[in-house]
């Protein structure tokens, strides 16, 4: 037997041009810093360095919840998207924690019963 359930429709994302929402608090890319990482390994020693010195940075001057080092803030996208690590890659646009996150920075706000039904799939 059918119910009465209300379906939620919630905001249609087409693609990641221009949100960006789940970069901007992660600090630095989220690599696993390790020769087992073939993605980590495969980056020039410059990148990894860079990545390391953004890590120990100290809180003070770049706050865990800050955006990703790799992060471009005018065009809102990865500065390196093609080296992206698996994680990034795996992230799927459109799932409850891509409408958390884009709520939570203001990319599209969730009604009530959207907010809701996104945490019920989280
Ligand atoms: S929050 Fe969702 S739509 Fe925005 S960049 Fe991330 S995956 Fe793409
Ligand atoms: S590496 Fe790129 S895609 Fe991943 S969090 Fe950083 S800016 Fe976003």
């Not at 690599?31 to 100290?58: K, N």
Request: aromatic share 8%; net charge negative.
């Amino acid at each position: 037997m059918r119910n009465n359930k209300t379906v939620v429709r919630l905001p249609v994302i087409d693609n990641c041009d221009g949100c960006g929402a789940c970069c901007m608090e992660m600090r630095t890319p989220p690599f696993y810093p390790s020769p087992e990482d073939a993605r980590w390994a495969a980056l020039p020693a410059e990148m990894q360095q860079a990545i390391c010195h953004h890590a120990l940075s100290p809180l003070s001057e770049v706050p865990d919840a800050s955006p990703c080092l790799w992060f471009d803030d005018e065009r809102n996208q990865c500065r390196h998207y093609d080296l992206r690590p698996d994680i990034c890659r795996e992230f799927e646009r459109g799932s409850a924690s891509c409408h958390m996150w884009r709520h939570n920075t203001f990319v599209s706000l969730l009604t009530p019963e959207q907010w809701c039904a996104v945490q019920r799939d989280l």
